[in-house]
């Protein structure tokens, strides 16, 4: 035995691969030196397996609701006021990319083997079993933070029309909180289906905020003013930031590039949706690369349009940005305003509604889908990873959803400051997460050569290959290190500075200390290349796929050629 795996003869294949050397993964009790084989991190048994419930169309939407939320709609204001349409462009153009790096690697890993505990999974498998716990429970961790915030945060916007003066907003927490355990515990086909039509409307609330950026910008509103690119020459593309001259906009533009990696958290959620997907091999890397181009199109376009309608001095954006949440903390509202049109606010806070909502739903569904991966690669007690006959993990998604309670702080005065804390904490959880994925994907890629696994043999590879991993690690561990460097300059390392840095640069240590804590308790060593196991589980998983497949075939054989498929497929499918 050595590091958990016990190399078996090799068998032979349906599919006579010469890459196959089967190896089991065994679970051992020192205590009474029992041994209990079976498939890690891949459920098969009726009573603990999920339900292959997303179609292609659920899964591309669900990455995109992941990646297009409030942060592009509201955090690109603050971004443009503290740094110039330049910074702002450029940074959620970098990022973009890194997202997307990120992305191919996970999903390079996820066509190959989809299994249930997703990409903590992978870090157990193919690079270090200590390395997966600390990356499941800190992801965990994350979103049962993110989850209660996103519902303070809906209280906060619904507050532009209703004091809370009039009504408590607990109130309308304990509703969305009831709504989305609902929608949570009908099963994956149905909680697929609503997030499609959530994330549809999301798309088209971005796209229509484009066009009448782009409508602005050449003098299409109510002043006939065509404005171009005139407000990066006057008041100018970068703006300084915590100092003077060129250092001051470097500084500005680092800024721009930690408000980006905000507002790109959340895209990697396509790998914990990869063991309820239907045919996942097919659908797992489209979804990765039409979130690519909707990253371009979305994000991109959006700063860099919202830059030309708006100043970064603007009074009305220096307004903005100092209010809580809302419509009135909206850039393209404040487009809207100087351009002689009050009526788009009730609008967009009715689109930010939506959109919060929506990201509280899937929020709540990756943080007991991680509980679920936990307990089913043996670093969480068993009984998370129990499901009802709908596929639903019940226990992980009860005790997920208790966490959610955290949110009843908002009905007093001073609480929401907290929440800004924990907003500041998830970010460098975040980039924990991205960073463990692609490490994992540095050491699957060793392997993979160590073995003589040639890419030919991958249902999808990463453009970029191991060495945009490389790059885009580089990327995130710079922005993690630098993320709050705000606290260092300056000086005044007060009060509010100090409870920055703490929520700033917590989740280093902490992850550490799980990587580290793990091992010293369960005397864990990093997998060698050449004993990475890349085959046990997925012939089940290739039978699975043969019989979707077949179903499907007979299906479009009984009803015939679809008519206008191919406009939906060159026109549509990119979008939804």
Request: hydrophobic residues 45%; aromatic residues 14%.
């Amino acid at each position: 035995m050595d590091d958990g795996l016990v190399n078996r003869k090799p068998s032979s294949y349906d599919d006579g691969s010469p890459y196959r050397n089967e190896k089991a993964i065994v679970d051992s009790d020192p205590h009474n030196g029992s041994q209990e084989m079976h498939i890690a991190g891949h459920e098969t048994s009726p009573e603990t397996s999920l339900h292959r419930g997303l179609e292609a169309r659920h899964i591309t939407m669900i990455a995109i609701g992941g990646a297009v939320g409030t942060g592009l709609i509201i955090g690109t204001g603050k971004a443009l006021e503290q740094a110039g349409p330049a910074s702002v462009f450029i940074s959620y153009l970098l990022i973009g990319f890194v997202v997307f790096l990120v992305m191919a690697a996970l999903g390079e890993m996820a066509a190959w083997l989809p299994i249930s505990a997703g990409f903590t999974g992978y870090a157990s498998r193919f690079c270090d079993p200590s390395l997966g716990f600390a990356l499941g429970w800190l992801y965990w961790f994350k979103y049962v933070i993110v989850t209660p915030n996103q519902l303070t945060a809906f209280a906060l916007v619904i507050q532009f029309w209703v004091n809370r003066e009039d009504v408590n907003p607990g109130v309308f927490i304990a509703v969305v909180l009831v709504v989305i355990c609902i929608i949570n515990y009908f099963g994956i086909k149905f909680f697929g289906e609503f997030e499609f039509w959530l994330s549809s409307f999301k798309v088209i609330v971005i796209l229509g905020l484009i066009l009448f950026c782009f409508i602005l910008m050449l003098g299409g509103g109510p002043d006939h003013d065509r404005k171009g690119f005139r407000y990066w020459n006057d008041p100018g593309a970068f703006k300084p930031y915590l100092g003077e001259g060129s250092k001051g906009k470097f500084l500005g533009f680092w800024s721009c590039m930690v408000n980006a990696t905000f507002a790109y958290l959340g895209t990697e959620l396509v790998g914990v949706t990869v063991a309820e997907a239907q045919n996942p091999r097919r659908t797992v890397p489209r979804a990765i690369k039409l979130t690519f181009y909707r990253i371009l199109v979305f994000y991109c376009l959006s700063a860099l349009l919202v830059g030309m309608c708006v100043r970064y001095d603007s009074e009305n954006l220096i307004f903005a940005t100092k209010a809580k949440t809302g419509a009135s903390a909206s850039p393209f509202v404040v487009a809207a305003k100087e351009a002689g049109i009050e009526t788009l606010s009730h609008i967009i806070n009715a689109c930010i509604l939506v959109f919060v909502f929506s990201a509280s739903n899937s929020d709540l569904y990756i943080a007991s889908r991680t509980l679920y991966g936990l307990a089913s690669s043996g670093h969480a007690p068993a009984i998370f990873k129990k499901t009802d006959r709908r596929g639903v993990p019940i226990y992980a998604l009860g005790t997920s959803a208790s966490f959610a309670l955290l949110a009843f702080m908002n009905v007093s005065d001073d609480s929401s400051k907290v929440f800004g804390y924990f907003v500041n904490l998830t970010t460098i959880l975040g980039l924990m997460s991205w960073v463990s994925i692609l490490v994992t994907h540095i050491y699957w890629c060793r392997a993979r050569k160590v073995q003589g696994i040639p890419d030919s043999a991958l249902p999808y590879v990463a453009p970029l290959r191991v060495y945009g991993s490389y790059g885009a690690l580089a990327v995130c561990i710079i922005v993690a290190l630098t993320k709050n460097y705000d606290v260092f300059v300056g000086g005044n390392f007060g009060k509010e500075k100090y409870k920055t840095f703490i929520t700033g640069y917590i989740g280093i240590p902490l992850y550490l200390a799980f990587i580290l804590g793990h091992k010293l308790m369960k005397k864990t060593r990093g997998i060698r290349a050449e004993d990475v196991d890349f085959y046990t589980g997925k012939d089940a998983i290739d039978r699975e796929e043969n019989e979707f497949l077949a179903q499907k075939a007979a299906k479009e054989a009984a009803k015939g050629p679809s008519r206008g498929g191919w406009f939906y497929r060159i026109f549509l499918s990119w979008l939804f």
